[in-house]
């Protein structure tokens, strides 16, 4: 069937713009096509990482959970460590690995590896954005901080505790911060100074035995 003037012109048109602008469109499309797969595959394999992690977090809660009373055994301790490692070399963005590690260095702590425990602790603050979109826990690093600072305490190298924990705005963790910042200057025999320390950690809102004590057992300052 013949065409007219008018549908000439606007196929000439149509061939016109496509001459101009098809090879664009075409491209256009397989990026976005090409961009949504690869997102969809993207997020399956994110989704099955995650579930691997998960697993093996849930390893490590099993073992710590599995005699609440009593203390987790070498063993046991040995397979948390080797978890918290694994997480950490396949998993290392994930929350779990973090979390992990903290269990592992406790495990470390029970079996007086200070410097292992102080290397999961430190691994957790240097490396504190977790996640596709590098999300930051505050609450994570302070428990890491205050923890690694006790690790560094236990080590006899109160100079650097105490330079850590002055380093920190402990925020909610005051109560804590106090605390340790009390036996650090107890362990330097600035008697005063650990005093005040504890007094601040019950003004902060601790109502520990533990901290009752620690002030009731001071010795008098020379």
């Not at 200057?185 to 008697?191: A, F, H, P, T, V």
Request: no cysteine; proline share 3%.
């Amino acid at each position: 069937m013949a065409l007219n003037a008018a549908e000439e012109e606007t196929l000439d048109a149509v061939k016109k713009w496509w001459n101009d602008n098809g090879k664009m469109l075409v491209a256009t499309v397989i990026l976005v096509f090409g961009g949504y797969t690869g997102w969809l595959l993207y997020q399956n394999a994110n989704a099955t990482q995650v579930a691997a992690a998960s697993d093996l977090y849930e390893e490590i809660l099993t073992l710590v959970l599995a005699e609440p009373d009593q203390p987790v055994s070498v063993e046991d301790g040995d397979r948390i460590m080797a978890i918290s490692d694994e997480l950490r070399a396949d998993y290392a963005d994930s929350v779990y690995a973090r979390y992990a590690a903290l269990f592992a260095a406790q495990q470390a702590v029970n079996q007086n590896d200070l410097q292992r425990a102080e290397s999961d602790l430190q691994w957790i603050l240097d490396n504190p954005e977790q996640g596709m979109f590098g999300e930051v826990d505050e609450g994570l690093l302070l428990t890491t901080s205050l923890r690694l600072g006790r690790v560094i305490l236990a080590q006899g190298e109160a100079e650097r505790a105490l330079e850590l924990v002055n380093g920190i705005d402990p925020k909610s963790y005051e109560a804590g911060f106090s605390e340790l910042r009390g036996d650090i200057y107890l362990s330097m025999d600035r008697i005063v100074d650990a005093r005040d320390a504890y007094i601040a950690a019950q003004q902060a809102g601790s109502t520990s035995d533990g901290l009752r004590m620690k002030l009731d057992n001071l010795p008098d300052p020379s």
